[in-house]
């Protein structure tokens, strides 16, 4: 649990350090039989900074409550 929590953080510190995620897509264009135009268009996809934030907190919240694996067959044992 307590390498998801710390995946959970880096994630959300990522976001927070790029709020722009660009991607490309490609669209058909036109198509005539067996011909076929197509083109490739840019998109940038905008989160806010409060996303990130928000992760960090989950994040943190499953590293402190998070139990290791000798914990969890020390627990069963009981």
Same mark, same amino acid.
């Given at each position: 649990?307590?390498?998801?929590?710390?995946?959970?953080?880096?994630?959300? %510190? /990522?976001?927070? +350090?790029?709020?722009? /995620?660009?991607? $490309?897509?490609? =669209?058909? $264009?036109?198509? /005539?039989?067996? +011909? =076929?135009?197509?083109?490739?268009? =840019?998109?940038?996809?905008?989160?806010? %900074?409060?996303?990130? !934030?928000?992760? !960090?907190? $989950?994040?943190?919240?499953? %590293? $402190? +409550?998070?139990?290791?694996?000798?914990? =969890?067959?020390?627990? +069963?044992?009981?």
């Amino acid at each position: 649990m307590k390498r998801i929590g710390m995946i959970i953080i880096i994630v959300g %510190l /990522f976001t927070i +350090l790029s709020t722009t /995620f660009p991607h $490309v897509m490609r =669209e058909k $264009v036109s198509e /005539f039989k067996k +011909l =076929e135009k197509t083109n490739d268009k =840019e998109y940038t996809e905008n989160w806010q %900074l409060y996303a990130g !934030i928000g992760m !960090i907190v $989950v994040g943190g919240i499953v %590293l $402190v +409550l998070g139990v290791n694996r000798k914990d =969890e067959k020390e627990i +069963l044992k009981k």
